[in-house]
């Protein structure tokens, strides 16, 4: 995991401090060192967060050996770092055809590694980076399918003069980029471009109207970002740049070119779903550091925890797995969220930390979780911000949660309340297009603030694949969502844990805070020129509603849809500070 940024020049040369500027922008994402590569019209950089070979053979940008070096000798790549020094390479210098700079997670590079090296390639880091290096040079771009893993990659062939970018399949890392006649520079988050020379923020007003409408569609349903001249690589794309500046983007991945056949018996699809399941637990667990089990209540976190629990029981292959027995980090509602209750659906099994968290530090961090994840929205990102800083402090590196469960399969009563013939349909959108895509962006964007990496069983490609092609009957019946999800689960999970309906909620209802603790920013905000000039809502109506109510004490959990619709205008509002206007993080609260 790491934050990746570049320039590739049409014309002139990369400016070296420009890059490093770039990149530096990105050093939340990196907290284990900075890398940049230069070759004349092209600049990498990479942050690392060390997750596999903590060493300095993991670093970025890393080339790929194809010159190997004599036995017994140094290798090139080693005088070169020690020339250059390990943060600082020039390309030119080197034999090296390939350069790589890398974020994600390729969970199945042990096994690719060994196919590899059957083929006679040869390695000299234990990192997933290096295999993707020499997938790219055996297999070209269709070493995508290969991998099992969420990623965003740049990767510069020095023979071809092209720089190749790609995204995983669903989205999980990001990528955004900026395409001019005279460049292309792109990076992992929209942050990074405010320190990129020549680059002039500004709102892409068009898109307003559709977010106010469902701000969650917003980042599945368009390439086009909220500011003017920056795009996002969508998930499953690849692109591919020439040096005279020509811009190919395609579609690599469509989950339904890729559905599995599978029989009618449901007694099958059981079997299959708790195969598929725990192999994917499995290939999540792999990391050299300390990986915990995020416990926010609901079935398919206890899921994660029962399966991670019982894989040594199956005498599965737990090599490169350090924790095998992973803490699991609740949430304490009694701090600030909910109302004291204890969380409902943990497991038994595995020691349980829980996680809390000052009352009024949450509320005072609602700009900074806005400045990390980067989303509009109708509520705070402020839970797993503060969440993912509290884990980091504890001393965990990876997350292992169920973000995807219930767009996959069905996962949140309001399946059960609409369940109709188009279901399946529904969820599908839901996974891709409408709802996911922007919990995934917010989540990657709150956990890499505090160097945390999180990962989903759930999005699986095998798994999604299986999942998306299950009839309705398999993911609803006896009243229960997940239904096929149950029953794997049984002899693994209590009785009491299967048949959970419900969960604890750990997200602070806005009712009280825009009352109390909000109440001061929500003044500011209402009060600012971009929210009372705003040519997308009446500035002065909303002013004198928010006011009015806070002033009086006189929200309440009724107004849910007035709250959700408040704040995703003043969301918009703090956004443009952030990220138009240039005010740090801060300054906002005056």
């Known amino acids: 995991m790491s934050g990746i940024a570049g320039i590739f020049n049409f014309g002139a040369t990369v400016d070296r401090d420009a890059l490093v500027r770039f990149t530096d922008a990105l050093a939340h994402r990196g907290p284990d060192g900075r890398g940049v590569m230069y070759d004349g019209k092209l600049g990498l950089g990479h942050r690392r967060l060390a997750v596999f070979d903590r060493t300095r053979h993991g670093h970025c940008p890393m080339p790929y050996e194809d010159s190997q070096p004599v036995s017994g000798k140094r290798s090139l790549r080693d005088r070169i770092a020690a020339f250059a020094g390990v943060n600082s390479e ?33 390695f000299r880091s234990e990192t997933d980076a290096e295999v993707v290096l020499a997938a790219y040079a055996q297999w070209g771009e269709s070493c995508l399918f290969r991998f099992n893993g969420s990623w965003a990659f740049a990767l510069w062939d020095r023979q071809e003069r092209t720089l190749f970018l790609a995204r995983d399949r669903f989205g999980e890392r990001p990528l955004y980029y900026t395409h001019s006649p005279t460049r292309l520079a792109f990076a992992s988050e929209m942050k990074a471009f405010l320190s990129l020379d020549g680059f002039r923020p500004a709102l892409k007003e068009e898109l307003v109207p559709s977010l106010l409408v469902n701000p969650a569609a917003h980042e599945g349903t368009t390439d086009e970002t909220l500011l003017i001249g920056l795009r996002r690589l969508p998930s499953g794309h690849s692109a591919r740049v020439t040096g005279e500046g020509a811009l190919h983007v395609r579609r690599w991945w469509d989950t339904r070119e890729h559905l599995p056949k599978i029989g009618s018996r449901y007694e099958d699809h059981v079997a299959r779903c708790r195969q598929l399941f725990q192999e994917s637990v499995r290939l999540r667990l792999r990391s050299d550091v300390r990986t915990g089990i995020r416990q926010d209540g609901s079935f398919a976190d206890s899921a994660i925890a029962g399966a991670a629990a019982g894989l040594k029981k199956t ?17 304490n509602p009694a701090s600030g969220f909910e109302d004291g209750k204890s969380p409902a659906g943990t497991t038994p099994q595995g020691r349980v930390q829980v996680i809390t968290f000052d009352p009024e530090a949450v509320s005072r961090e609602v700009v900074d979780a806005a400045w990390s994840a980067e989303v509009i929205g109708p509520a705070p990102a402020t839970p797993s911000w503060c969440f993912y800083r509290e884990l980091r402090g504890a001393g965990g590196v990876i997350s292992l949660e169920s973000h995807g469960a219930e767009e996959l399969l069905g996962g949140h009563p309001r399946h059960l309340d609409c369940f109709t013939a188009r279901i399946n349909s529904q969820l599908a959108d839901e996974f891709h297009a409408t709802r996911l895509p922007a919990l995934l962006r917010e989540r990657d964007g709150c956990s890499l603030a505090h160097g945390v990496v999180a990962r989903s069983p759930f999005l699986d490609w095998e798994l999604v694949a299986f999942a998306q092609t299950l009839p309705a009957s398999s993911k609803f019946g006896g009243g229960y969502t997940q239904r096929v999800l149950r029953d794997a689960m049984k002899d693994i999970l209590p009785e009491q844990v299967l048949k959970q309906r419900t969960r604890a909620r750990f997200d602070s209802p806005l009712a009280g805070r825009f009352k109390g603790r909000l109440a001061p920013l929500l003044r500011q905000l209402v009060n600012h020129p971009r ?38 205008r003043l969301s918009l509002v703090l956004w443009q500070l952030l990220f138009v206007d240039g005010v740090k993080p801060e300054g906002v609260l005056r």
């Open 531 to 568: 929210c009372l000039e705003s040519r997308h809502w009446d500035g002065a109506a909303l002013r004198k509603s928010v006011l009015e109510k806070s002033e009086a004490g006189s929200w309440t959990a009724q107004d849910e849809a007035e709250i959700a619709a408040v704040w995703t």
């Open 90 to 122: 020039e390309a030119a210098l080197t034999p090296f055809r390939y350069w790589l700079t890398f974020d994600g997670e390729i969970y199945n590079f042990p096994e690719l590694r060994r196919e590899l090296g059957a083929m006679g390639y040869r």
């Open 315 to 331: 005498g599965a292959d737990l090599s490169r797995v350090r924790d095998k027995s992973p803490q699991l980090f609740v949430p």
